[in-house]
């Protein structure tokens, strides 16, 4: 069974510092990973997804994440944190082939002035 | 291309009655599936519909239905309602089985 755990379920950053938003998995298969954001009283919006190509995988917003097969990792980064990026992160799973995604528990990002 | 629409956006209801929750995927998108957010539990998959077919099924009682219709929108209903049923119900679309999946702002449902 596939499982996502998210370290840290909250992470605060001063504005411009690093941001580093944890997440490993567990898949009996070569998963899919994806990043989602949600903000107050909305759904969630995805911010990058891997599927197999590029390790490295670049998304919306200045945020990136880095498929490690090694360590069983997907770990969520932006350089420079925006007053803007403070909302509440899920990382996700799924298999290839099938639809469903198994989230996390999800970090809340605050940013400080 | 519009988004993903949920409506309504928000509902109370009572204990032991029936909600029924409307979900339009993006244009083009032939999957629907559904998820519940509880601060409790977190995001789970109830379940996903393609060709107006259940594909998948969570773990989730029977008082948990849905059904898709030929133009790709989906409901979902949640009979005898209890306290716990209180959640965010997020609706989300994709293309074809398997591919990326948008999400719509979600239901907020309440149930006294």
């Known amino acids: 069974a596939q499982s996502v755990t998210q370290l840290g379920s909250h992470v605060s950053v001063s504005e411009g510092a690093l941001v580093l938003l944890r997440c490993n998995y567990s898949s009996s298969v070569p998963p899919y990973l994806f990043w989602y954001v949600q903000y107050p009283n909305q759904g969630l919006q995805l911010l990058l997804k891997?599927?197999?190509?590029?390790?490295l995988v670049k998304g919306i917003n200045g945020f990136e994440a880095e498929f490690k097969k090694s360590e069983t990792s997907f770990h969520l980064t932006k350089p420079s944190a925006h007053m803007s990026d403070a909302a509440e992160y899920f990382c996700a799973v799924s298999d290839p082939g099938n639809t469903p995604l198994v989230f996390g528990k999800g970090t809340r990002l605050s940013v400080i002035a | 291309k519009a988004g993903v629409t949920q409506t309504p956006r928000y509902l109370i209801k009572t204990r032991g009655q029936q909600v029924t929750l409307s979900c339009s995927p993006i244009?083009?998108?032939?999957?629907v599936s559904w998820y519940q957010q509880t601060p409790g539990q977190g995001l789970q998959f109830l379940f996903e519909y393609f060709s107006e077919t259940q594909r998948n099924k969570g773990n989730f009682p029977g008082r948990f239905s849905g059904r898709q219709f030929s133009n790709s929108r989906s409901e979902m209903n949640v009979s005898t309602l209890e306290l716990g049923d209180s959640a965010l119900y997020l609706c989300a679309s994709s293309p074809e089985v398997a591919d990326t999946q948008y999400f719509g702002p979600g239901t907020r449902l309440t149930v006294l």
């Open positions: 244009s083009g998108h032939r999957s």
């Open positions: 891997y599927t197999s190509a590029a390790t």
